[in-house]
Every structure is written in C-alpha cells, then in structure tokens.
C-alpha cells in the first residue's frame, strides 16, 4: 500500500543505507520516481528529519550524509499490534482486528493484517463483497494500491470494546511518553 503524500518519510528512509547517502543521490532516486521536489526542499526536509530523530546527518565535505537512526519508525499497525500483545497476548490477533476496524470504521484488509504481524490466520470473518469494494473504493481515493483479489475482514467478537478502550489509552501513554504522569494506584478495597 503507498500514499504519495504519507509514505515520502518512509521512501527516504528505504533509499538510505548503513553508509548513509548525500542529497544529490536521494534527489536523482526521487525524482526516477516521480517525486519532483527542489534540492532545497529536499534539504529542508531532510533537516526536520535529522533535527526529530530520524535521520542522523553527517559532515562528508562538501556534501552532507543522511543515515537513518534504527529502530524509530513504527506506523500504527506496528503499534495497535505491540499494545495488545501487552494488553492480552492470547487474544492479541483479535484485538489487533477489532482496534483497527474500528478506528478506521471499515473492513481490515488482508495486508494491513500483515502489516501488524498477522499471518497465519484471520483473527475475524470476511467481510460482504460490498463492504470490501467499498473499503477497496475508498483505499484507492485515498491513495493506496490494494489488489483487487485481496480479502478484507472485519471482527467477529464484539465483547473487546473494554479492551479496545484500554489499548487506546495505553497507546496515548506510551506515543506521547508520558507514563511517568500515571499515577499507579493499588486496589484498597476488594470488589465483589
């Protein structure tokens, strides 16, 4: 799947090698294909990634050299998947299914499961065939490839929402690095 506008970050990140390279190579790579940007944009660009910590720059006179700074990128897949191996490991292929479906309010494709590390099996049931053009549709507006023979599902347990919501938070938490504010509170009483 490739959106022109979202996945320019991840194409860098993919041209780049252990040795890093300058910007003229990225600007010839980019634009074989089909990304038109000026040097300087690029450079710019470029800049905002080394000064966020994605890419690391590096002095080669007379040219600069960007590698990249590993284990950084993880897209929402990634992280739906790691909180609910943390949140429930058993049911995690299911509630990896049942968060996406409903944060993106659509049947999940097959390689958005791969994606997140499903592989083996559908953690849900195939959705109707007028769901899946719809999603199929709706993916291509927006600018990802999806083939037409690929099968989306959607969740067969609904009783994950608590957990749902649980994740979400968790999510919250750990992307804006802010569990030290988490006050830990231990049960008092016990609940019958």
Do not use: W
């Not at 979202?6 to 993919?14: A, G, M, V, W």
């Not at 700074?69 to 739906?80: M, S």
């Not at 943390?86 to 049942?98: Q, R, S, V």
């Amino acid at each position: 799947m490739f959106h022109p506008d979202r996945d320019l970050k991840q194409i860098i990140i993919s041209m780049l090698s252990e040795d890093g390279r300058s910007i003229s190579y990225l600007s010839r790579e980019l634009k074989k294909q089909g990304f038109d940007i000026h040097r300087l944009t690029l450079t710019g660009y470029l800049r905002a990634l080394s000064d966020m910590n994605v890419l690391k720059e590096k002095d080669v006179p007379p040219a600069k050299i960007y590698t990249p700074i590993k284990g950084k990128e993880r897209d929402i897949y990634l992280k739906v998947a790691e909180q609910s191996k943390i949140l429930a490991l058993d049911k995690y292929p299911e509630l990896t299914l049942y968060t996406l479906y409903k944060l993106f309010k659509r049947p999940i494709f097959k390689e958005e499961l791969e994606r997140a590390g499903i592989f083996e099996f559908s953690p849900g049931v195939q959705a109707k065939e007028e769901e899946i053009a719809d999603a199929r549709k709706f993916m291509q507006k927006t600018g990802f490839k999806i083939p037409t023979s690929s099968k989306a599902y959607v969740p067969m347990n609904e009783d994950l929402e608590d957990m749902f919501h649980i994740l979400l938070v968790q999510m919250l938490v750990s992307d804006s690095e802010c569990s030290y504010l988490v006050k830990e509170t231990k049960q008092a009483k016990l609940d019958l």
